[in-house]
């Protein structure tokens, strides 16, 4: 599995870069995986030579979402992703934004969702002073983890 430490994979990255490979970040929590999330990752994929996505991990996804969430733990998240074709490694992090996976990871592109303006993508600031790019992709419309969550509760909640 390519699910590594961030100070494990920085040097693996590092690797890479310098025969020639761009490395494409992106972050989330990427709790319950649907067609939304699988769209965006295809679409980070397409900006380089591979894609790293770093997971929020459980306690910082409590911090932020509230106790409930995660409904699945770090460990699975990440399996799902690499199960997906586009998705190259992952990694976690611990704090609540993903400015220090960012520092040490050292990435030639940043991507987030059209829901973040490009100069408010935490990080981008590092990649930019590194020569490299930040940008943001099209969120698909309906497509989420809470709308999940709303229609089982709606359809099955009942019972």
Not at 18 to 25: E, N
Not at 44 to 55: E, F, M, S, Y
Not at 139 to 154: F, H
Request: charged fraction near 25%; glycine fraction near 8%; proline fraction near 5%.
């Amino acid at each position: 599995m390519n699910h590594f430490e961030p100070s494990q994979l920085a040097p693996i990255l590092q690797k890479l870069q310098s025969q020639g490979k761009k490395v494409v970040f992106t972050n989330g929590v990427f709790d319950l995986l649907h067609l939304g999330h699988v769209t965006y990752l295809q679409e980070a994929r397409k900006q380089g030579d591979l894609l790293v996505v770093a997971l929020n991990s459980d306690a910082s996804v409590r911090r932020i979402k509230g106790p409930l969430k995660p409904l699945l733990p770090l460990e699975e998240r990440a399996e799902m992703l690499l199960a997906l074709s586009c998705v190259d490694y992952t990694t976690f992090f611990e704090e609540d934004n993903p400015y220090n996976v960012i520092k040490t990871l050292q990435p030639d592109v940043l991507i987030k969702g059209g829901d973040w303006a490009i100069d408010k993508i935490i990080g981008g600031d590092l990649v930019v002073a590194r020569g490299g790019r930040v940008a943001n992709i099209p969120v698909v419309e309906g497509r989420s983890t809470t709308n999940l969550i709303q229609m089982v509760v709606e359809r099955y909640g009942k019972k």
